[in-house]
C-alpha cells in the first residue's frame, strides 16, 4: 500500500473528530475583535436582533464615521439572549460539558417563538451542529468509534488484500475482521427500547420539575396577594405585607441554593444582604437572618419556618391566616418533590448497562458494515478508497446514537439547566409589585 494511501487512512479518524473545533477556532479567529459584550448583562429581552449590541459601542457617536473603525459587526445572525451560540461569539470558543449547562436555561418571550418557527429551521439546525455543545461532549466517543472503524479498513485492505500477490502467504492465513450483521439486527430494537425508556424517564424528570416550579411561583403569588387583601388597611398592615413578600422570595431563593453548586454561594448571599438588614434577628443568639440562612443546613426549609413565622406576626384573623398558610404547605410538598428529583437518578444499573451495551454495539458496528462499504469490483491487491467512507458514516452514526443516550444525561439533573434564576426574579417582580398595590 502506498504511504499517501496510509496517511489518508490514519488521519480520516482524527479529522472527522475535530472538525468542530476547527470551525470554532475559526469563529474565534473571525470574532476575536468584538469586544465589551457580555450576553448575560444585556438589556434587551428576547433575541438580540440590533447587530451593534454585537460588538463594542463607541461612547461618541460620531466615531462611527472614523476611517480606523476596525470592529466586526455581525449583521448575519440573530442570537438569543444568553444561549450557547451567543456565549460562542462573546467568548470566542464553543462552551461545553459542566460550562454550557447554564446556557441551556431557555425561557421564551415571543420574538423567541417567532424565531423557533422560522422555516429556516432546518438550515440553522446543520450550521449550530457546529455549536452544539452536546457534540463536543461526544468528541471522544466519536473518535472511539471512528477509530474502530479505521482499524477494520486498514486491517483488510492493507493486510488481507495487499497479501494476495503471493509475496507473504502468511497473511492470507489472518482472518478478516467482519462480523454478521445479522445479532445487531436482532439485538437493536432491545437497544432502541433502553435509549427510548432512559429519555423518557430523564425527560420525565425535567417535566416534573418544571411543574414543581410553576407551583412554586403560583403559590408564592397567592400567599402575598391573599395577605394583601386581607390585612388592614394601615402602614403596619402595608409593612407586614412587604415583610411576607421579601419572606416568600427568601423562601424561592433558598430553594434554589439547595439544589444549585456552589457557584452559586456568592449569588446567594450578596442577593440576600440586598433583601434584608443586618439587623434583622431571628434568635436569641444575636445573629441576623442572612446569617442563620447562610449557616443553615437545610435552607429551604429554615426559610418556609421564617415565612410561617412571618405569616402568624400578621394582622389577620386566624381562619384566613390558615386559608393562607395551605399555599405554605403546598410550597413545602413541592420541596419534597424537589429533594427527590435532585437526590435520585435514574437508576445506576440501568444507565450503565444501557452504556455498555450502546458502547460495544458502536464499536463491533464498522465491522458488519465493512462487506457492505466493500468495492466488489476491485481487483484484488488494491486498495479500495470506498471502504474509507465506513469511517465517516460510522462515526455520524456513533453521533445520533451517543447523541440520544447525552440527552438523557442532560436531562437527568434539570435543576442545572431550569432558568431558576429568572423563576426567583419573577417572584420578587410579581409579588413586589402584589405589596406596593395593598
Keep these: ?29 473571525t470574532s476575536s475583535r468584538i469586544s465589551n459584550y457580555d450576553a448575560s448583562h444585556s438589556s434587551t429581552n428576547g433575541l438580540l436582533r440590533n447587530p451593534t449590541l454585537l460588538h463594542s459601542t463607541p461612547s461618541n457617536p460620531n466615531e462611527n464615521d472614523s476611517d480606523d473603525d476596525d470592529t466586526i459587526i455581525i449583521t448575519s445572525k440573530s442570537y438569543r439572549k444568553g444561549s450557547l ?51 463536543r461532549q461526544l468528541k471522544e466517543e466519536i473518535l472511539l468509534v471512528a477509530l474502530s472503524a479505521t482499524v477494520v479498513v486498514f486491517w483488510n485492505q492493507s493486510l488481507i488484500l495487499t497479501g494476495g500477490d503471493g509475496s507473504a502467504s502468511w497473511i492470507s492465513l489472518l482472518p478478516r475482521l467482519t462480523l454478521p450483521a445479522l445479532p445487531f439486527t436482532l439485538c437493536s430494537p ?64 433558598s430553594i434554589m441554593s439547595d439544589l444549585s453548586g456552589p457557584n452559586d454561594e456568592a449569588c446567594y448571599i450578596n442577593e440576600l444582604e440586598e433583601t434584608f438588614s443586618s439587623d434583622s434577628l431571628t434568635s436569641k443568639s444575636g445573629m441576623s437572618l442572612v446569617e442563620n440562612m447562610i449557616e443553615s443546613p437545610d435552607r429551604a426549609i429554615a426559610a418556609l419556618a421564617y415565612a410561617t413565622r412571618t405569616l402568624d406576626s400578621m394582622p389577620i384573623d386566624e381562619k384566613r391566616r390558615v386559608e393562607i398558610d395551605k399555599s405554605l404547605v403546598i410550597i413545602g410538598d413541592c420541596i419534597g418533590t424537589c429533594e427527590k428529583i435532585y437526590s435520585s437518578p435514574v437508576p445506576l444499573v440501568y444507565t450503565r448497562h444501557t452504556g455498555r451495551f450502546l458502547s460495544l454495539w458502536m464499536i463491533l458496528l464498522p465491522a458488519a458494515l465493512y462487506d457492505v462499504f466493500v468495492d466488489r469490483s476491485q481487483v484484488s491487491g488494491s486498495f479500495s478508497l470506498q471502504c474509507l467512507t ?43 409589585t402584589i405589596a406596593e398595590w395593598s
Excluded at 490514519?10 to 470551525?23: E, G, K, Q, R
Design 85 to 135: 451560540m451567543a456565549a460562542t461569539a462573546a467568548q470566542g470558543r464553543v462552551p461545553y460539558g459542566e460550562e454550557s449547562r447554564r446556557y441551556r436555561r431557555t425561557e421564551f418571550a415571543y420574538d423567541d417563538w417567532v424565531q423557533h418557527r422560522t422555516s429556516e429551521k432546518i438550515i440553522t439546525n446543520l450550521k449550530g451542529l457546529f455549536y452544539s455543545g452536546v457534540v
Design 190 to 253: 432491545a437497544l432502541g427500547l433502553l435509549l427510548v425508556f432512559k429519555t423518557n424517564a430523564s425527560y420525565a424528570r425535567w417535566s416534573e420539575a418544571r411543574n414543581t416550579w410553576a407551583r412554586i411561583i403560583a403559590q408564592a403569588r397567592n400567599i402575598v396577594r391573599m395577605a394583601a387583601a386581607f390585612v388592614p388597611k394601615t402602614e403596619e398592615g402595608k409593612m407586614s405585607v412587604q415583610n411576607l413578600s421579601n419572606a416568600v422570595y427568601l423562601l424561592c431563593r
Design 1 to 29: 500500500m502506498t504511504p499517501l494511501k496510509i496517511i489518508i487512512v490514519s488521519i480520516a479518524p482524527l479529522y472527522l473528530a475535530n472538525v468542530s473545533h476547527a470551525f470554532s477556532h475559526f469563529t474565534y479567529l
Design 390 to 432: 465506513l469511517i465517516p458514516a460510522s462515526a455520524v452514526l456513533g453521533l445520533f446514537l451517543f447523541g440520544i443516550d447525552e440527552l438523557a444525561i442532560q436531562l437527568e439533573e434539570p435543576f442545572s439547566i431550569l432558568p431558576m434564576q429568572k423563576f426567583c426574579d419573577k417572584v420578587r417582580q410579581s409579588t413586589g
